[in-house]
């Protein structure tokens, strides 16, 4: 999907896939704005203790911290809806920088994706996918464990398009 061309890291994305990921992109700033909270497992997992043992250090840490962490995620996911083109498909042009925060908005993405669909390490992400589309093809799982796939290969192939720049 990307490649990299004259210092660019280029990628044309279908009508669909555009909308998916504007909306992947647009979650996850809405859980960083609206939706955050410390008790919801999902930010837990984008933001962990930094010392599990030790929550009067990890309140400390997070004080320091939190914010520009925050602000950078939110930062980087609009550095994917800034870049997708309006209500159509086409071509997204990233420089070295969009793509880098590109990479870590989609790996954010998936991590909060992974943590609502209970995504383990192990987990082999075809046979669940291929278990709920027995169960029910047209179930709301079915479409979310396929987006977090499409996620997974479209960060894949941008790290794979950053890679071949070295």
Not at 28 to 41: E, Y
């Amino acid at each position: 999907m990307f490649r990299r061309q004259a210092g660019r890291y280029i990628a044309t994305f279908a009508v669909d896939e555009a909308r998916v990921l504007r909306k992947v992109a647009g979650e996850v700033v809405g859980l960083l704005t609206d939706g955050f909270d410390h008790s919801d497992p999902v930010v837990g997992r984008l933001f962990p203790d930094a010392y599990p043992d030790d929550s009067a250090s990890t309140a400390e840490f997070r004080r320091y911290t939190e914010g520009d962490l925050k602000t950078a995620k939110i930062d980087q996911a609009g550095a994917i809806l800034a870049a997708l083109p309006d209500e159509s498909g086409g071509e997204v042009r990233l420089d070295a920088e969009a793509a880098e925060a590109w990479l870590r908005a989609l790996n954010d993405a998936r991590l909060a994706m992974g943590v609502r669909l209970e995504i383990k390490d192990g987990t082999d992400l075809g046979e669940e996918l291929d278990d709920a589309v027995a169960e029910d093809p047209t179930s709301s799982r079915v479409f979310q464990l396929s987006v977090y796939a499409y996620l997974g290969y479209l960060q894949e192939s941008l790290l794979n398009a950053l890679i071949d720049e070295a």
